[in-house]
């Protein structure tokens, strides 16, 4: 809890072939208790065909969930879909677009 306290934002790795686990879904509910902007990551799914995950029902119930916030379907190995958990990072956890957030005001 202490280390969540330090952070400016959290990232929900989800493996597309295993689902997500007791712990993983703890931690989120804390990092959601210090108010961290979260973004769900789901992983490896090009192995989801092999253990007969669904990609169409994650993406329906991660949008059903998530509503308008954002989440990502990945393969970080391939590479796939990396540039916008890097943006993610960059806008919500680096805040580099503050200045320009400034301007707007």
């Known amino acids: 809890s202490r280390s969540l306290a330090a952070c400016d ?3 929900l790795v989800v ?4 689902g997500i686990e007791a712990q993983t879904l703890a931690n989120v509910y804390l990092a959601l208790d210090h108010d961290l902007d979260v973004m769900p990551v ?3 799914i090009d192995l989801a065909p092999y253990v007969g995950a669904s990609l169409e029902v994650m993406e329906r119930d991660s949008r059903k969930m998530r509503g308008e916030r954002p989440f990502v379907f990945t393969n ?3 590479d ?3 540039d916008t958990i890097v943006e ?3 806008k919500n ?4 677009d503050l200045q320009e957030r400034r301007n707007n005001l």
């Open 76 to 78: 970080i190995r391939g």
């Open 42 to 44: 789901i992983n490896k």
């Open 93 to 96: 956890v680096l805040l580099e």
């Open 9 to 11: 934002g959290a990232i």
């Open 15 to 18: 493996d597309a072939a295993q």
């Open 88 to 90: 993610w990072i960059k």
């Open 80 to 82: 796939e879909h990396v």
